[in-house]
T-cell receptor, first 113, second 112 residues
C-alpha cells in the first residue's frame, strides 16, 4: 500500500517562530488532508489539499502532487499550536468512493513561551 | 450542532469481555470509518462502511466487528479475540464533495 512519511518527527519552537512540516507519499493520490491532534486527542481538520496551495490565517499548505509531497507552514507560532500534526492521503488505487485514508506517524510540535 | 459523537469518552474492559463503542453522525454522510491509534503512532483503519448494510475490513480488522443498520450510526465491537485492545479509537465520516473526513472526539479503551 501507499507509504506516508512525515518530517521532522519532533519539533520544538519558541513562540513567534515559523516552521515547515513535510509529508512525502509513495504513490499518486486523489485526496490529501492535514489534521491537528490537540492534547485531548481530537483531530481538527486543517486543510483538504490534494493539489495546489491554500491559506487559513497563520497556516498555509502546498501540495505538489507530481512530486509526491505536501508542506504545512505555520507562521508566528503560538502555544495553542502545540500538538501532533498528521498528514493523511488516499491512494488513487484505493477503490472508487472508498475514501480510505493512510496516515503518517505525525509531527509532534511543542511551542514554548 | 453538526458533527460526530463518540461515546463513551473512557471505557474500561475486563479480560475476556466484549465492549461496544458508539459512533453517531448527523452530517448526512454515506461513508463512515473506525481507526485505532496507539501511543506515538498514526491512525490505522479497522473497518469502513460506504453505505447502509455494507462494510469492509480495513488493515487491522481481526478481533473487531461492526454493523451499519442506520446511516447515522456505525458502532464498533471490540471482542475478546482482540489480543491488545488498549488504544484510542476514533470514528470518522466522509463527505463526497469534497471528500473530506471529519472525526469524533475518540474513545480511550483500557483493559484492566
Amino acid at each position: 500500500g501507499i507509504q506516508v512519511e512525515q518530517s521532522p518527527p519532533d519539533l520544538i519552537l519558541q513562540e513567534g517562530a515559523n516552521s515547515t512540516l513535510r509529508c512525502n507519499f509513495s504513490d499518486s493520490v486523489n485526496n490529501l488532508q492535514w489534521f491537528h491532534q490537540n492534547p485531548w486527542g481530537q483531530l481538527i481538520n486543517l486543510f483538504y489539499i490534494p493539489s495546489g496551495t491554500k491559506q487559513n490565517g497563520r497556516l498555509s499548505a502546498t501540495t505538489v502532487a507530481t512530486e509526491r509531497y505536501s508542506l504545512l507552514y505555520i507562521s508566528s507560532s503560538q502555544t495553542t499550536d502545540s500538538g501532533v500534526y498528521f498528514c493523511a492521503v488516499e491512494s488513487v488505487y484505493s477503490g472508487a468512493g472508498s475514501y480510505q485514508l493512510t496516515f503518517g506517524k505525525g509531527t509532534k510540535l511543542s511551542v514554548i513561551p | 450542532d453538526g458533527g460526530i459523537t463518540q461515546s463513551p469518552k473512557y471505557l474500561f474492559r475486563k479480560e475476556g469481555q466484549n465492549v461496544t463503542l458508539s459512533c453517531e453522525q448527523n452530517l448526512n454522510h454515506d461513508a463512515m470509518y473506525w481507526y485505532r491509534q496507539d501511543p506515538g503512532q498514526g491512525l490505522r483503519l479497522i473497518y469502513y462502511s460506504q453505505i447502509v448494510n455494507d462494510f469492509q475490513k480495513g488493515d487491522i480488522a481481526e478481533g473487531y466487528s461492526v454493523s451499519r443498520e442506520k446511516k447515522e450510526s456505525f458502532p464498533l465491537t471490540v471482542t475478546s479475540a482482540q489480543k491488545n485492545p488498549t488504544a484510542f479509537y476514533l470514528c470518522a465520516s466522509n463527505g463526497h464533495n469534497p471528500p473530506e473526513a471529519f472525526f469524533g472526539q475518540g474513545t480511550r479503551l483500557t483493559v484492566v
